[in-house]
């Protein structure tokens, strides 16, 4: 909202929401392609256009994963600082040191559950948290927000820094509903798949999407273009409530950053969060690093990829107005990229000359 303002990022969230819905129903109705089940979507993409495509659709998830976790991290360790600045504001503890211990416990984590259906009853505490989270978020800027003077809602920068960060926050709006990892949760879903798959998805992007429509208009509303990208850091309020939705929003962070033996788990996943951590300590820019990953990763697997696949599987039922438009889609949407992928890294350029490396944000 910062980047955008209030027309450009109500119309941009609510576009953002009606995009990302089609672009998922198009992957969910190639989940019985072929007459084959495909459970994952490097399987869908190998299956339609072969063994490249296999490995090009899995690296993209990967880094997309990468980058998510990464992210995360950042979300985890502004949490943890932002707990301990509540009750010793000393500058002993870095934003870097609460980083790495975030990476450590989100590998602990990782470790100790060995796939996505293996989480069980974590996803039951995950939505709690989740809904404490947004509950006391929304009531604190609602509450800042009736006591506070005026806001300038003004968008910040120069003209060419304005340029760049509405490009980048379109890519931002993107990460915002979408994973690239609809193949492998509609594997969980029970028969009959594809329906239940689209009852999930018009839940999700319709009344799903409400509170954290709640949360975003009222923290914009409540602290204008001076907004956190970490809202919680805004808000003012008892420090025992702030305290509560900050380890809420920690303790989410946890869950959240998941995909067979032991050992396994133990090298390659701590490993991996190893180096996600080490990233996410040396450059904590959150809306930065989200914005790079709409741009090379979230964008292309869930806008590029599923349309170009939809016309790929369907080409024979499709009448040359539908194939149009989904050219249009792969057209617009890889240019998009490109273009938000530049923006991202110039905004990480900048931000990394304005901060050190681990810097404390």
Same mark, same amino acid.
């Given at each position: ?35 084959? @089940? ?15 495509? *296999? ?9 997309? /994963? ?19 600045? $509540? ?25 100790? =559950? ?11 505490? !995950? ?23 005026? &806001?300038? *809602?003004?968008?910040?920068?120069? &003209? ?29 879903? @029970? ?21 954290? *429509? ?10 204008? !273009? ?38 396994? @788990?133990?090298?390659? @996943?701590?490993?991996? /969060?190893?180096?996600?951590? $080490? ?6 820019? /959150? ?36 194939? !149009?438009?989904?050219?249009?889609? =792969? ?5 998009? !990229? ?11 350029? =900048?931000?990394?000359?304005? *901060?050190? =490396?681990?810097?404390? /944000?």
């Amino acid at each position: 909202m910062v980047p955008l303002g209030w027309a450009p990022g109500v119309v941009g969230l609510l576009a953002a929401a009606a995009i990302s819905l089609y672009a998922n129903m198009l992957l969910a109705k190639l989940h019985l392609h072929g007459g084959k @089940r495909h459970i994952r979507y490097r399987d869908l993409a190998g299956y339609i256009y072969g063994r490249r495509a *296999y490995c090009l659709t899995w690296g993209l998830q990967y880094v997309n /994963l990468f980058m998510i976790n990464a992210g995360f991290i950042i979300l985890g360790g502004s949490a943890l600082k932002a707990v301990y600045v $509540l009750f010793r504001d000393d500058d002993t503890m870095k934003l870097p040191y609460f980083i790495a211990i975030t990476g450590f416990v989100c590998a602990m984590f990782a470790i100790g =559950v060995p796939h996505l259906s293996a989480l069980r009853i974590w996803l039951g505490i !995950s939505a709690l948290l989740t809904l404490v989270y947004l509950v006391i978020t929304f009531t604190l800027t609602l509450k800042d927000g009736i006591n506070d003077p005026p &806001r300038d *809602y003004s968008i910040p920068g120069t &003209r060419t820094g304005k340029i760049f960060s509405t490009i980048g926050a379109c890519a931002n709006l993107v990460f915002v509903y979408n994973s690239g990892m609809l193949p492998e949760i509609q594997a969980t879903i @029970r028969q009959p798949v594809v329906k239940n798959t689209m009852k999930a998805l018009y839940f999700q992007f319709t009344i799903g999407a409400v509170p954290m *429509y709640a949360v975003i208009f009222a923290g914009y509303w409540a602290y204008g !273009s001076s907004t956190s990208t970490y809202l919680l850091s805004s808000v003012s309020g008892p420090d025992w409530v702030k305290t509560l939705a900050n380890v809420t929003a920690f303790l989410q962070t946890i869950i959240s950053l998941h995909p067979k033996n032991l050992s396994f @788990r133990i090298l390659f @996943r701590g490993g991996y /969060l190893t180096i996600n951590t $080490l990233m996410a300590a040396l450059l904590p820019f /959150l809306g930065d690093i989200q914005s790079l990953t709409g741009a090379i990763s979230t964008i292309p697997l869930t806008f590029i990829l599923a349309n170009h696949m939809y016309l790929m599987a369907k080409n024979n039922k499709l009448n040359s107005l539908q194939k !149009s438009w989904h050219w249009l889609n =792969v057209c617009f949407f890889g240019l998009m !990229s490109i273009a938000a992928a530049i923006a991202a890294l110039r905004l990480i350029a =900048v931000h990394s000359k304005d *901060y050190n =490396v681990f810097a404390d /944000l």
